[in-house]
Nanobody, 124 residues
Framework: QVQLVESGGGLVQSGGSLRLSCAASGRAFSSYGMGWFRQAPGEEREFVATINRSGVSTYYADSVKGRVTISRDNAKNTVYLQMNSLKPEDTAVYYC?????????????????WGQGTQVTVSS
């Protein structure tokens, strides 16, 4: 069972950048696909990006594609979300999650372990 802790959120101006980190503890981190989701106040949880266990396969939501890069370093038990050209509509709590499976997925139902979230606020 893997446990996840997000960090790197904060306040940034529109057009700025942030790199979120998700540190994993527990066994067999490299066996899991990983994902990033976000949730704004009053909104449903939204898929952002996903990566398979080896890092070879990635997939992004249309709303962030071209501005966001997901990566992982299995040796450090960490997954990252590099976000550039941030917009006010990117403001949300960002969660990392570990999949039940080794593959990447854009469906939250495929994830069974979640971090506590990190707040990202983009000012206009």
């Amino acid at each position: 069972q893997v446990q996840l802790v997000e960090s790197g959120g904060g306040l940034v101006q529109s057009g700025g950048s942030l790199r979120l980190s998700c540190a994993a503890s527990g066994r067999a981190f490299s066996s899991y696909g990983m994902g990033w989701f976000r949730q704004a106040p009053g909104e449903e949880r939204e898929f952002v990006a996903t990566i398979n266990r080896s890092g070879v396969s990635t997939y992004y939501a249309d709303s962030v594609k071209g501005r966001v890069t997901i990566s992982r370093d299995n040796a450090k038990n960490t997954v990252y979300l590099q976000m550039n050209s941030l917009k006010p509509e990117d403001t949300a709590v960002y969660y990392c999650a570990a999949s039940k499976y080794s593959s990447s997925s854009d469906s939250y139902t495929d994830y069974n372990t979640w971090g506590q979230g990190t707040q990202v606020t983009v000012s206009s």
